[in-house]
């Protein structure tokens, strides 16, 4: 069997994803269970593609083919189905090249231009644990999210988490195949940085609705 390219325990593994594969009942949930399947799917397609997504060996983080996808999930007892597979995987790249995308409009103009841009050094998918922000959103009546990861980015030198929660079925998110995705990226809250950035984004964001308004 393939063996999953992500460190379930979180963390960087070889040449691994920067995705979190402990949360199948993601896919499952969104595609749905459908009838028996087998561990050992025929004729799987093994080619991965490469992401943007720079780590700090000088390399690209790799994605899961749809072999490694499906026995990710069939491991953990998710009840994949291969047909599932050319449909999920494309869709679980873009969600992450989006995710990347809006860390790299976070970093914008903060000095890792000067080291080669910023990279991924690893990450952790941690499903079970909602965001403070999540929480509040859901005490105000917001769905929520059906997964969470924290990604540390290098800077230079300078470690900087992101917290990502994934919402589905909102906003204008990535989508494929009528799935959507919204995606709320931001700096975590655990360092005076952190806590710069995010009041700074308030602060433009507020100068804005403001003069969009005049």
């Known amino acids: 069997m393939a063996k999953c390219p992500v460190d379930h325990g ?8 920067p995705a979190n594969h402990n949360s199948g009942s993601t896919w499952t949930t969104i595609f ?3 009838g028996a399947s087998t561990t050992n ?17 000088n390399e ?3 994605y899961p083919s749809e072999a490694q996808f499906f026995a990710a999930m069939a491991r953990k007892n998710h009840n994949p189905h291969a047909a599932d597979m050319k449909a999920v995987v494309p869709i679980h790249n873009a ?11 976070w970093e914008a103009g903060r000095g890792g231009a000067t080291c080669g ?8 998918g941690r499903p079970n644990d909602m965001s403070p922000k999540a929480r509040l959103m859901t005490l105000l009546g917001y769905s929520a999210p059906f997964d969470r990861h924290d990604w540390i980015v290098d800077r230079c030198g300078t470690r900087i988490r992101y917290v ?19 995606l709320d990226v931001r700096p975590a809250l655990d360092n005076w940085g952190g806590v710069k950035m995010r009041f700074g984004a308030v602060i433009g964001d507020l100068f804005a609705t403001r003069n969009s308004g005049t």
């Open 10 to 17: 979180g963390g960087q593994s070889g040449d691994g994803c």
């Open 32 to 34: 749905g269970k459908g």
């Open 41 to 57: 799917p025929p004729s799987l397609p093994t080619d991965r593609e490469v992401s943007s997504i720079p780590r700090t060996t």
């Open 60 to 62: 690209n983080w790799v």
């Open 95 to 105: 969600v992450n090249e989006r995710a990347w995308s809006e860390i790299v409009k």
């Open 117 to 124: 841009g910023v990279k991924l050094v690893n990450f952790k």
């Open 164 to 182: 990502i929660d994934f919402y589905t079925g909102r906003g204008a998110g990535v989508s494929s195949n009528s799935v959507s995705f919204y």
